[in-house]
């Protein structure tokens, strides 16, 4: 039987889930978007206010040009996959809940998040920007099919393009 895209991933005899982010993530979110490493790998440096903050997320979370995929493994939230539709697409980016970085789970996330999205969304051309000293990130999404382009404003940009793959 082959795999849907919304079955869990198998990560070491555990599984990690993947849902919609629900207002009840907000708070999280907001610490690992403050976290001093995410903010340093960001194109933003600044800290976020929580006012500001929940303006965003609550807009965010009814904005139909966003896509906000929270993944969770062992009862933990581990972290966050985000599309926002740019004029050629849709940008992609993950961000690890802090405590959760270091175990392998990044790749699981990105790769069921790109999955899922692409059901919704066929024909897509999908982009990461991602910093040049990021190198984490860059090998997660190249693992996942995303190829590097060009370097523009500081940061490197990768696509994965995903038409006609019937």
Same mark, same amino acid.
């Given at each position: 039987m082959e795999r849907s895209p919304f079955d869990d991933i198998q990560i070491r005899s555990s599984v990690v889930k993947l849902r919609p982010a629900t207002f009840d993530d907000s708070n999280d979110l907001l610490v690992? @978007?403050?976290?001093?490493?995410? $903010? =340093?790998?960001? $194109?933003?440096?600044? /800290?976020?206010a929580p006012d500001d903050h929940k303006r965003w997320f609550t807009k965010a979370l009814h904005d139909?040009? $966003?896509?906000? &995929? /929270? =993944? #969770?493994? #062992?009862? *933990?939230?581990? %972290?966050? =996959? *985000?599309?926002?539709?740019? #004029?050629? %697409?849709?940008?992609?980016?993950?961000n690890l809940n802090p405590a959760e970085r270091g175990k392998g789970l990044g790749g699981a996330l990105l790769t069921m998040a790109?999955? @899922?999205?692409?059901?919704?969304?066929?024909d897509q051309i999908l982009t990461a920007v991602i910093r040049p000293d990021n190198s984490v990130s860059r090998a997660i999404f190249e693992a996942c099919g995303f190829r590097f382009v060009d370097r523009r404003d500081e940061h490197d940009h990768f696509? $994965? &393009?995903f038409l006609n793959q019937e």
């Open positions: 690992w @978007r403050n976290d001093p490493h995410t $903010r =340093a790998m960001s $194109r933003d440096h600044d /800290l976020v139909k040009g $966003r896509v906000i &995929l /929270l =993944a #969770e493994h #062992e009862g *933990r939230k581990i %972290g966050v =996959a *985000r599309f926002d539709q740019t #004029e050629t %697409g849709w940008e992609t980016g993950i790109v999955e @899922r999205f692409t059901i919704d969304h066929p696509v $994965r &393009l």
